[in-house]
């Protein structure tokens, strides 16, 4: 972000993407008969996009100690998989990547 | 979506039998605040975890609350705050969020066919605003239609959960010692990784397959091409989505 952009902006424009496709389906129908291949595609973004949310982010932001971060997401992977909830996982993580960094 | 509308079809002629008595009198204002409070528990803690993620990137807390009052959107709001903090243009936030939450489009599509007829313009656009992952699963298990006040009740619930998590997350990361500062920018990481965990023990192998294709695609576009941040998240999600769709079979995945 532009420095002296300030931050309610962006805020914003997330904002407007977000209430447009909320309110999109209260006043049009045409989402009910999209082609399959294409309804598939779109129900399969959410998924598509933790895969970018997490790498390379997540090893680049702690540089030059990059383990940290990996290390990190892997044991609240794991810990996710077991169990249900995500705020155990997310504590977990701050801790090892707190010892990590140490 | 064929199936969805069997179903309410079903349910159709059952409500001409029960429509009078029971459908319309339980789903009231104080039904949705029962149904709602798990959700509010489950976002609270993840509000809180947003929280932290603004403190980290600068947010005043006003700003944080803000961003949690008028986006209301989980992922869509960490993605938000991880391409502000990478310094994304506008551009790459509107696509990029509006790609994450076009999910929500199919979500209303499903709740406005079920909702009670006849809701006007200001009330329509503040329920379309409630729509969520969580909000929609609860709401859709009713017979429909689904009442006004009682829609209302679980949105605003789950609502507060989120805004009222987001500033107690700011206000707890002030009192955060400040060695522990640097070990909270992995919040945003932690989260979506125990997402992906979790989709992957409900759903499958897919799910790995696809997160892995787009992580792999977002990483050469950034570290190798130097593309922009957020082209790079709409390019790879994009791509690994319409993969998925080819190589996953119509009846093996419902998401």
Known sequence: MNTNLPFIIPILVSALATFLVRMLPYYVTFLDRLPPFLSRSLRLLPIAALGPLIFPGVIMDFHPRWYAGLVAVMVSSIIAYRRNGMIIPILTSILVTYLLLL | ?255
């Open chain 2, 1 to 255: 979506m064929y199936h969805r509308g069997d179903l309410q079809e079903r349910h159709g002629t059952d409500n001409l039998l029960i429509m009078d008595t029971e459908n319309q009198s339980q789903l009231t204002f104080h039904q949705g605040f029962v149904e709602g409070s798990p959700i509010f528990v489950g976002y609270f803690p993840t509000a809180m975890a947003f929280g932290l993620v603004c403190r980290d990137l600068g947010l005043r807390i006003w700003e944080a609350v803000l961003f949690s009052v008028t986006n209301f959107a989980g992922s869509g709001q960490f993605l938000a705050a991880s391409l502000i903090r990478s310094g994304s243009i506008l551009l790459e936030i509107f696509i990029s969020v509006l790609l994450i939450n076009l999910r929500y489009s199919f979500m209303g599509a499903e709740l406005s066919r079920k909702l009670e007829k006849g809701i006007g313009g200001p009330a329509r656009l503040l329920l379309a605003h409630g729509t969520t992952d969580e909000v929609f699963s609860v709401a859709v298990l009713h017979r429909s239609p689904i009442s006004k006040p009682y829609l209302a009740g679980l949105e605003l619930t789950a609502y507060l959960g989120w805004v009222s998590g987001t500033a107690v997350g700011f206000l707890a990361g002030m009192v955060l010692p400040s060695a522990l500062q640097l070990a909270v920018g992995v919040t945003l990481y932690a989260m979506f990784s125990s997402l992906l965990a979790q989709e992957f023990r409900q759903k499958g192998k897919d799910v790995l397959i696809i997160a892995l294709i787009s992580a792999s695609l977002n990483s050469l576009l950034i570290l190798v091409l130097k593309l922009g941040v957020g082209y790079s998240f709409v390019i790879s999600m994009l791509s690994a989505s319409f993969l998925g769709a080819w190589f996953i079979k119509e009846e093996e995945y419902r998401a």
